[in-house]
Structure formats: structure tokens, C-alpha cells
């Protein structure tokens, strides 16, 4: 037990200098640590658990291969979110490009293709209100550089700092992205008929009670 | 302060920093007193905000991953399809050697037909005749020297006997005729000699060959029970293999019913 709240209170750089030791125990401490952000990641990324689970996986090990390489010029996380983010970027580029395994014959690959989306429609969703399945949904329209920015932004809490470092974007270019991202999921939520569940800027709202929201936001 | 609000208007980058609120204060001050004046950047900004708080709904799924290092985690992670072909692979070699050896050994025939993969051995008379005559000359030789040195000393003692009967001539005078009977009795002995020494040395042959065939034999057997063994076991894999390729297709087929 004793251990355990040892590893707990080191930081990512002291367990990586203790795993390149030979303390493989430590690597654990760092898997425990980080990888259900590293599978959210790839989950909102690539949007399919299975294959989520083989990226996290994938990194986890290439992050545990090429652990001597690591020298601390930046954050582990920030290493390990790159290693990730290549990962589910090159899965979606194969994905794309070929089917994960040859179509046997007498299957016509085409009745494979939906397979791999719920049969739901996003009307559906809609209609009962499942607002994460609608979400999910809605941001598979979005362009892969637009979703990554929205992701890392909105569900892993990185400045556009470090999302530009992560990316070898400029900031500027990260901000743009975002823009455009949360313009066309505006556009897709309202052609769904949602209303926004947040303040909406509805006719005759004062100018003062605008004032009044965005001071308290920031 | 007019240029710099034209600036702001419709800026994404700026309203972006602002929505995240990633801007300096000073940056901040001058969008929010933009904001009260500019209805369409108030609305962007509020609107933005609502697809915002849309997003916190999507949460993934519950399954998440529990990963564990354990001590052997460099063949762990290699997937069956990357190691089995190579083994696969390397059987298939070693059987193909064995056989190969076996073939030019013991006259194999092999033939793949419906009933599957049939072995037949060709080990008859026509193989083992190319042996005995090959042995046959060594033999010969051997002989051959034997028979050289036994007339040598056959030379040898009818040179001493001729002595002997010229010594007993000169004694006796007359008994020229008993001269001639010794030397016709050595011949035979001699001959009789000569005759069983073959016979042994032919029985020592045979008994020789006797040992070789059954030598063979085993060792026949022995690569036969082998190739057997490794044809099984190549068999028991490729079997091993189909029945994974069906459960995949099984799988394939539920997903694409799905």
C-alpha cells in the first residue's frame, strides 16, 4: 500500500526516470494515470471503442518502447497526447483507404461499410433527446484538423498554446479551426431543430444582460 | 478606439480567445465593451457559447481501458497473424527437408490428391541391387589380395618341394613318380585352402549385408515415424488456422448482420 501512495505523489517525469531504471512497476503508475484521457482522446478522434482501445493500447507501448528517447524537454503528457494523436491520425488516414481486413469472397464489402455505425439515425437521437449521441454524430462532419482542435480544446483542457505545440500549428491557425469547427456544428445543430441549451441571444435580451453574462463567464 | 473596434469585429481569432477566455485583460476589456455595441459579435459569441455547452454532453462510453506491463511485454504485443506464418513457415521447411532427405534415401513418392497428402515409400529390390553391386568390388579386392598372397606362398613351398624331390632324385634316383604325387596332393590341399577361405570370407559377406539392410530398415522407419509426425503436426496447424479464419468470418458476418 505503502507504494501505492508513493507512486501516486511523483510526478510523470520522476516515474518515467524511475521506469528507465528498470522499474517497470512505475510504467504501470503511468498507464493508471493517463490512460482513460489517452482513450477518450482517441474515442472522440476515431469515435469507435474497439479500435480506441487498440490506440491506446499502441501508445502506451510505443510510449513504454521508446521511453529512453524521452528527455524531459517536454511534459510526458504532452508526449504521450502526440504519440496518440499521430496514432488516431493515421488510423483515420488507413481507414479511409482500405477496409481492416480483405472482404471474403461472396460478402460485397458495401454491406460491411455500415457496420460499423449504430443504425440509429441522428433523427432518432434527436427525438430522444440522447444529446451525446447527436454530438457524436455532428462532429463526424467536421474536418479532422477541425475535430482534433475541438477535442483537445473542449475535452482535454489544453490552452492554444499548448494545442499549437502539440499540433506544430500556429495559434492562430488552432483558433481559426476551432472557429470554423464550432461554426458548423452551430449549423448542424440548428438544422437539427435543437435550440441551444445555454443563453441564446433571443429578441429583446438587453444589451446589459449580455454584459451581466460575460462578465460572470470570464 | 473606432479603427480598433473595426478590428475586432468578426475577428475568429480574437472571439475565439475571448470565448476561451485566453486573452490578455486589457484584450478582454476591449472585446466585452465591442460586444455592447456590436449585436451580430454578441450573438456569434452566445451562440458559440450554446454549441459549447451541447459538446459537454458527449461522453464516451463506459469501457475504458486497464492496461497492465507485465514482464514479457515485447512478444505480448505481437499479434498471432505476425508470428504463426513464420512458424508455420519453418515447419513447412524442416518437413520439406526431412522429406527431401527421405526422398533421396528411400525412393519416396509422394502424391496430393483428394484424400489429402499420401506418402508411399518405393524401398524394393531395384534400390538395394545399385548397393550390393557397389559393395561387391571392395570384396573383390579383398579377394583378389588373398588369392595373390596364397599363390605367392603356393610359388614359394612348390620351390622348396622341387628342391626337396631334386635332393630326393639324387638319393633315391627311381621315384620321380612319388615327386609328382606330393606336388598334386599340395595343390589340393592348397585349393581346398583357397576354397573354404572364400566360402568363409562369402558367409562373412553375407551376414555383413544382412546387417546392413536391417540397419536400413530402421532408420526407415525411424524417418518415416518422423515425416509422419511432422505432417501431422503441420496438419493439426493448418487446421488450427482455418478454424480461426471461420471464426473471424463468423464474426464478420454477425457485425455486417448488425
Not at chain 2, 549385408?209 to 509422419?228: G, H, K, N, S
Request: with cysteine; aromatic share 6%.
Amino acid at each position: 500500500m505503502g507504494t501505492l501512495v508513493d507512486t501516486m505523489s511523483w510526478t510523470d517525469e520522476e516515474l518515467v526516470a524511475r521506469c528507465v531504471e528498470g522499474d517497470t512497476e512505475s510504467f504501470n503508475a503511468l498507464m493508471q494515470r493517463w490512460e482513460r484521457p489517452i482513450y477518450r482522446l482517441a474515442y472522440r478522434l476515431i469515435g469507435r471503442e474497439d479500435d480506441a482501445h487498440d490506440v491506446c493500447q499502441e501508445t502506451f507501448l510505443r510510449a513504454f518502447r521508446g521511453l529512453k528517447k524521452f528527455r524531459s524537454e517536454a511534459k510526458f503528457s504532452s508526449w504521450l497526447y502526440r504519440i496518440a494523436i499521430n496514432l488516431c491520425r493515421d488510423w483515420v488516414r488507413r481507414e479511409r483507404r482500405t477496409p481492416v481486413v480483405a472482404a471474403p469472397e461472396g460478402i460485397d464489402i458495401l454491406d460491411l461499410a455500415p457496420a460499423d455505425d449504430t443504425s440509429e439515425s441522428i433523427q432518432d437521437l434527436v427525438e430522444r433527446r440522447e444529446l451525446g449521441g447527436v454530438v457524436a454524430k455532428a462532429m463526424k462532419v467536421l474536418s479532422k484538423e477541425q475535430r482534433t482542435a475541438i477535442v483537445l480544446k473542449e475535452y482535454h483542457g489544453f490552452t492554444f498554446q499548448e494545442i499549437s505545440n502539440l499540433l506544430d500549428c500556429p495559434e492562430s491557425t488552432i483558433k481559426t479551426r476551432v472557429y470554423h469547427g464550432l461554426s458548423q456544428l452551430r449549423g448542424e445543430f440548428r438544422r437539427l431543430g435543437l435550440s441551444n441549451s445555454s443563453v441564446r441571444v433571443e429578441a429583446g435580451l438587453s444589451q446589459s444582460r449580455v454584459n451581466q453574462l460575460s462578465a460572470r463567464e470570464s | 478606439m473606432g479603427s480598433k473596434r473595426l478590428n475586432l469585429c468578426g475577428n475568429k481569432v480574437s472571439l475565439i480567445a475571448y470565448l476561451y477566455d485566453e486573452c490578455s485583460a486589457e484584450e478582454r476589456e476591449e472585446i466585452s465593451s465591442h460586444l455592447i455595441t456590436c449585436a451580430a459579435c454578441a450573438q456569434e459569441i452566445d451562440e458559440l457559447k450554446g454549441v459549447r455547452s451541447m459538446l459537454t454532453e458527449w461522453v464516451p462510453a463506459e469501457s475504458e481501458p486497464q492496461f497492465q506491463l507485465v514482464s514479457r511485454n515485447d512478444s505480448g504485443s505481437s499479434p498471432w497473424w505476425h508470428s504463426q506464418p513464420v512458424r508455420t513457415f519453418g515447419l513447412a521447411a524442416a518437413a520439406l527437408l526431412v522429406t527431401a532427405v527421405a526422398v533421396s534415401l528411400a525412393n519416396l513418392e509422394i502424391t496430393y490428391g483428394s484424400e489429402g497428402l499420401l506418402v508411399r515409400t518405393g524401398w524394393t529390390r531395384p534400390t538395394t541391387a545399385p548397393v550390393l553391386e557397389s559393395a561387391e568390388p571392395e570384396w573383390r579386392k579383398e579377394f583378389e589380395t588373398l588369392a595373390e598372397g596364397l599363390r605367392e606362398k603356393f610359388a614359394e613351398s612348390q620351390a622348396v618341394s622341387a628342391s626337396e624331390v631334386s635332393l630326393a632324385n639324387a638319393e633315391l634316383g627311381d621315384e620321380g613318380s612319388r615327386t609328382g604325387m606330393t606336388d598334386d596332393a599340395l595343390v589340393e590341399r592348397v585349393q581346398g585352402l583357397v576354397d573354404e577361405s572364400e566360402q568363409r570370407q562369402q558367409r562373412e559377406l553375407a551376414l555383413r549385408f544382412a546387417q546392413l539392410l536391417r540397419e536400413t530398415e530402421v532408420q526407415r522407419q525411424a524417418d518415416l515415424f518422423q515425416i509422419d509426425q511432422q505432417l501431422g503436426q503441420l496438419q493439426g496447424f493448418t487446421e488450427a488456422e482455418v478454424v480461426q479464419h471461420h471464426e473471424l468470418m463468423d464474426y464478420l458476418v454477425l457485425v455486417a448482420g448488425r
